[in-house]
């Protein structure tokens, strides 16, 4: 038995885009007005190219090691962030668990060695995830924490409920602070990044009756996600204001350099950003919102079909634009383009100016169930997406085939998304699922991702583990593709 789970970093990504026709004058392309575009791709080769094995380390324990997020800094140092139960061995002897699962954040450098790790747990279930490394290069983990945790020298206590957490780490591996927001209906945070200033904005995970947004009590059946700002040291500046009858889910956070804050996710039902109520328009719509500094709404973009359509991950063009990565189900309506899925769900990534116009978007897919589920910048400004797939596709004229429950590809794609530029297919028997994407500067390729069982990568057999564990490769990414 193998359970597989890739992280890749690099110059690599998604395959597929479906093209509309090149608008003129302002820049944005017109597609077809009315028109349903089937999203199958664009003609064209897409072509592989080697890598070579530089490194590697594989992690496990006693029990189960989970992988949340990993990301690379510009020396190619993997910060990894997840929980433990049992015991862990980063390198250097175990860590044991002090309960249920405990989180941990590690540093690997370019050799796959690890130059620190931080673990911290009490007896209930606690986890780290979704780091970024600020301006001043410390690291920025959010998560949650249930019971109580000893963390940066002091005691954290959730009380009866999980209770959102934020901690920041040294680049050495000291946690300068930590904090968390107990007994307010916050119960988990999560895709935290920073400002020029070293402001730090997450998500709340909100649940129940809640004082904790805007100073009043809110009833909820669901759980909602809201914006937080915290200043450099821990304390609370603003939260937004969304309130939903259903379920919602932000799934991306960026910072533009005029300060204002970009988010992506999903809702279903009713959903308000502040200014009314929007209504979804079948299962699930996806969204693209701006907030300004200080948390109030500056624009919001909704897109739906019939069916469920959600937005993946998120990462900022060199002119501000927002790049989206996602899937949709049945139709989606992005303004001058419509897709018509090829299967039950099909991948997209779309593209829209920073005052929220859609300059383009693209769709791909074969007969299941297909989605693209990250996408970021490559070390030379390249769109870098990835993307799992079942049976067999077609993209960029080529087919792939999946080895199993679904494979991933990875690859480069053009900046008006039409144009496959590089494509790799990874997977086995079993299902494949990957996290993040980045790129160090160097432009090499940093892996990493869970198994259970035993598994061979590039040739070299990994350490056979009873329970799920995780494992850290570095590859040389060759030319440019």
């Given at each position: 038995m193998i359970f597989v789970g890739l992280t890749l970093v690099g110059l690599i990504g998604m395959t597929g885009c479906s093209s509309g026709d090149a608008g003129q004058g302002d820049g944005l392309d017109a597609g077809v007005e009315g028109e349903w575009l089937d999203s199958s791709l664009p003609e064209g080769d897409a072509v592989s190219r080697g890598s070579e094995l530089e490194c590697m380390r594989a992690v496990g324990g006693e029990g189960t090691n989970e992988l949340h997020q990993m990301i690379v800094d510009a020396d190619g140092n993997a910060i990894v962030a997840g929980r433990f139960q049992g015991t862990i061995d980063f390198g250097r002897g175990p860590h044991r668990s002090n309960?249920?699962?405990?989180?941990?954040?590690?540093?690997?450098?370019?050799?796959?060695?690890?130059?620190?790790?931080?673990?911290?747990?009490?007896?209930?279930?606690?986890?780290?995830?979704?780091?970024?490394?600020?301006?001043?290069?410390?690291?920025?983990?959010?998560?949650?924490?249930?019971?109580?945790?000893?963390?940066?020298?002091?005691?954290?206590?959730?009380?009866?409920?999980?209770?959102?957490?934020?901690?920041?780490?040294?680049?050495?591996?000291?946690?300068?602070?930590?904090?968390?927001?107990?007994?307010?209906?916050?119960?988990?945070?999560?895709?935290?990044?920073?400002?020029?200033?070293?402001?730090?904005?997450?998500?709340?995970?909100?649940?129940?009756?809640?004082?904790?947004?805007?100073?009043?009590?809110?009833?909820?059946?669901?759980?909602?996600?809201?914006?937080?700002?915290?200043?450099?040291g821990g304390e609370r500046l603003w939260e937004t204001r969304w309130?939903?009858?259903?379920?919602?889910?932000?799934?991306?956070?960026?910072?533009?350099?005029?300060?204002?804050?970009?988010?992506?996710?999903?809702?279903?039902?009713?959903?308000?950003?502040?200014?009314?109520?929007?209504?979804?328009?079948?299962?699930?719509?996806?969204?693209?919102?701006?907030?300004?500094?200080?948390?109030?709404?500056?624009?919001?973009?909704?897109f739906g079909g019939p069916g469920d359509d959600f937005a993946a991950s998120m990462t900022l063009g060199d002119k501000g634009d927002i790049i989206v990565a996602g899937g949709f189900s049945d139709a989606i309506d992005m303004g001058d383009y419509k897709l018509r899925s090829n299967g039950y769900l099909d991948g997209l990534l779309a593209r829209l100016t920073p005052d929220g116009q859609v300059r383009w978007a693209r769709g791909f897919g074969g007969e299941g169930y297909d989605r693209n589920f990250f996408v970021t910048r490559g070390a030379r400004g390249q769109i870098v997406t990835a993307a799992r797939f079942q049976e067999r596709v077609e993209w960029a004229g080529r087919a792939f085939e999946s080895g199993g429950v679904d494979d991933v590809v990875a690859s480069v794609v053009s900046e008006d998304g039409a144009q496959v530029r590089w494509a790799r297919q990874f997977g086995n028997e079993m299902q494949d699922v990957w996290y993040q994407l980045g790129s160090p500067d160097d432009g090499s390729l940093v892996i990493s991702g869970g198994y259970r069982g035993s598994l061979e990568l590039y040739g070299e057999s990994l350490v056979e583990r009873d329970a799920e564990t995780f494992y850290v490769v570095r590859v040389g990414a060759g030319s440019d593709g």
């Open positions: 309960g249920g699962f405990d989180l941990f954040v590690a540093m690997f450098d370019a050799s796959c060695e690890v130059a620190w790790a931080v673990t911290a747990g009490g007896p209930g279930a606690d986890l780290a995830r979704d780091p970024s490394i600020g301006p001043d290069g410390h690291i920025l983990i959010t998560g949650h924490i249930s019971d109580w945790v000893e963390l940066a020298g002091r005691t954290l206590d959730a009380g009866d409920d999980r209770a959102l957490l934020l901690a920041k780490i040294s680049p050495q591996g000291r946690v300068v602070w930590a904090h968390h927001e107990a007994g307010q209906g916050a119960i988990s945070g999560s895709y935290a990044t920073h400002d020029a200033d070293g402001n730090i904005l997450a998500v709340a995970e909100l649940r129940g009756d809640s004082d904790f947004v805007g100073g009043k009590t809110v009833e909820r059946s669901t759980v909602d996600r809201n914006l937080i700002a915290f200043s450099s309130y939903g009858e259903g379920a919602n889910f932000v799934t991306g956070v960026e910072v533009g350099d005029d300060g204002r804050i970009f988010a992506v996710g999903e809702f279903r039902g009713g959903l308000d950003f502040g200014d009314g109520e929007r209504t979804s328009r079948g299962g699930a719509d996806l969204f693209v919102a701006a907030v300004r500094p200080g948390g109030e709404l500056d624009w919001v973009q909704t």
